[in-house]
């Protein structure tokens, strides 16, 4: 994995390298493009079509339903999540060289945790795959295994992602779930394309664009750090993005759209988040401080 940070007269600039040696020399500031503005709902969806993508992260945690009820803390009201299995894509396009991360595991809405495993592709001069990378989300922070760069095989490496310029919306090769909900709560402007199937599933397409500084804002305390991060370190404030949300409220599929323009060539980050097989079973034990690896990482 490869994180690299640049920086400028103004001090650290975003972190905009991801996980692939040799693709992204990643520039400057982050741009999601766009305005921000008022807050509007198309009404092609009906008026509640902004409300329904604001409340997406509430609702996979369990504290409120599909229609917007309140639960008691601890409950899973209808329409509740709680827990789901997860497939994520992160695709990079630059200077003509496209890359795609693929992550699949599951993940605790209202415990915030997660397990992803991590498949980098292959190398600039055509290598096989490499290993998989192991990666623990928890509140604050990403643990990674099998990072390279000189860590030991057996060891973790511990990322404190409110330090991170982007907020770990892209360094880990994957946005953590949560986050990726979270960010909907900034929506300010949703246009609803429409019913669709997803997976077999019926699902409602909303569109629009995202406030990182409001997202942090209206975040959960446990998400607000990593993204009040990357509403500072984001060059633009506003990020692009897809939702689906079936009949009960849940998200079933978002897709945001990073962009990273400043010096060099324009850099698109596409990072899609897949939920499915809610109420799965999720077990994350987080190292112990003997297993996370302290010495100096190698940089490339």
């Excluded at 990079?92 to 992803?116: E, K, N, P, Q, S």
């Excluded at 511990?158 to 953590?176: H, I, K, S, W, Y």
């Excluded at 979270?182 to 019926?202: C, Q």
Aim: net charge positive; hydrophobic share 40%; charged share 25%.
């Amino acid at each position: 994995m490869l994180v690299r940070q640049h920086r400028s007269k103004g001090g650290a600039r975003a972190v905009c390298a991801l996980a692939v040696a040799g693709v992204m020399a990643a520039t400057g500031g982050c741009s999601g493009g766009g305005g921000g503005g008022r807050a509007v709902a198309d009404e092609r969806g009906g008026a509640d079509s902004l409300d329904a993508v604001h409340r997406a992260a509430a609702v996979l945690a369990g504290t409120v339903t599909g229609t917007g009820t309140a639960v008691m803390s601890g409950a899973a009201g209808p329409g509740a999540a709680g827990s789901a299995e997860v497939r994520t894509t992160m695709e990079t396009a630059a200077g003509g060289t496209r890359v795609t991360i693929r992550g699949r595991g599951v993940y605790d809405f209202r415990h915030r945790t997660g397990r992803l495993t991590v498949v980098l592709p292959e190398d600039a001069a055509g290598a096989d795959e490499r290993r998989p990378v192991t990666e623990l989300l928890a509140p604050g922070a990403l643990y990674m295994m099998n990072r390279g760069a000189g860590v030991p095989a057996d060891k973790w490496v511990r990322v404190d992602t409110t330090t991170l310029a982007d907020g770990n919306l892209v360094t880990g090769g994957a946005t953590d779930p949560m986050a990726a909900a979270e960010l909907l709560r900034g929506a300010d402007r949703v246009t609803y394309v429409g019913r669709t199937v997803l997976d077999g599933v019926p699902v409602r397409h909303y569109r629009g664009t995202t406030d990182l500084g409001r997202a942090a804002r209206e975040a959960a305390p446990e998400s607000r750090g990593a993204l009040r991060a990357a509403a500072k370190g984001f060059r633009r404030d506003t990020v692009r993005f897809d939702a689906y949300l079936d009949d009960q409220g849940r998200l079933r599929k978002v897709r945001h759209r990073f962009g990273f323009a400043d010096e060099g060539p324009a850099v698109e980050v596409v990072s899609t988040t897949l939920l499915y097989g809610f109420g799965a079973p999720v077990s994350v034990r987080l190292p112990d401080d003997r297993d996370i690896y302290t010495g100096r990482i190698r940089q490339r």
